[in-house]
Structures are given as C-alpha cells and as structure tokens.
Nanobody
C-alpha cells in the first residue's frame, strides 16, 4: 500500500510558477513510476507527465512540454512537478499517481493522491 499526499497548489497569475509535491508513505516508493494527471471542471482527467522509477526517463503531454518538469527524490519518497509559464487553461485539480509503467497510462495507475487545486488567473 502506498499513500500519496499532494501539496503546493494555489492561486497564481498567468505567467507565474508553482511547484507541486507528492509525498509517498508506505513501502516500495522507488519501485513505482510516478505520474501527474489533472482534471479541469467539466472535463475528463488527463495525463500531464510521468517519470520512471529511477528518474532516468520522463514523459510529457504536448501541452506542457517546455513549461513543466517532473522529478523525483527516492531518498525522500517525493515526486515534484515544477510548473512554469502557467496559463489559465492549466487550471485544474492535479493528482499524483503511482504507476506500473513509466509512461503511466491511466489504466496502469495503482494508487492516486487526493489532488491539489491549481488556479491560474488571467
């Protein structure tokens, strides 16, 4: 069992930055690939980024490439999402996920966090 707790969300102006953190409790954090998903009001949850268990491979959805960076610290059981040049369309609840595969398809998510709200004002 892995418990995931996100933090770092909030309200930011367009063009600003936020860093989300996801702290994992439980065994075998380093055995999992980790991912970030988001869900905007009235929309389905969508993939944002993922990182392999070692941190050696990362994957991004096209609309965040060059703006968001995913990283992890296995010694601290934490995964991060650095979000720069934020846009109003990035407004969503962001979820951390423990994944069976590095590319982290939603069907391969084993554990979900509770989510953290990110609001980007124009």
């Amino acid at each position: 069992q892995v418990q995931l707790v996100e933090s770092g969300g909030g309200l930011v102006q367009a063009g600003g930055s936020l860093r989300l953190s996801c702290a994992a409790a439980g065994r075998s954090f380093s055995n999992y690939a980790m991912g970030w998903f988001r869900q905007a009001p009235g929309k389905e949850r969508e993939f944002v980024a993922s990182i392999s268990w070692s941190g050696g491979s990362t994957y991004y959805e096209d609309y965040v490439k060059g703006r968001f960076t995913i990283s992890r610290n296995n010694a601290e059981n934490t995964v991060y999402l650095q979000m720069n040049t934020l846009k109003p369309e990035d407004t969503a609840v962001y979820y951390c996920a423990a994944c069976r595969y590095s590319t982290c398809p939603e069907s391969g998510v084993t554990y979900w966090g509770q989510g953290t709200q990110v609001t980007v004002s124009s």
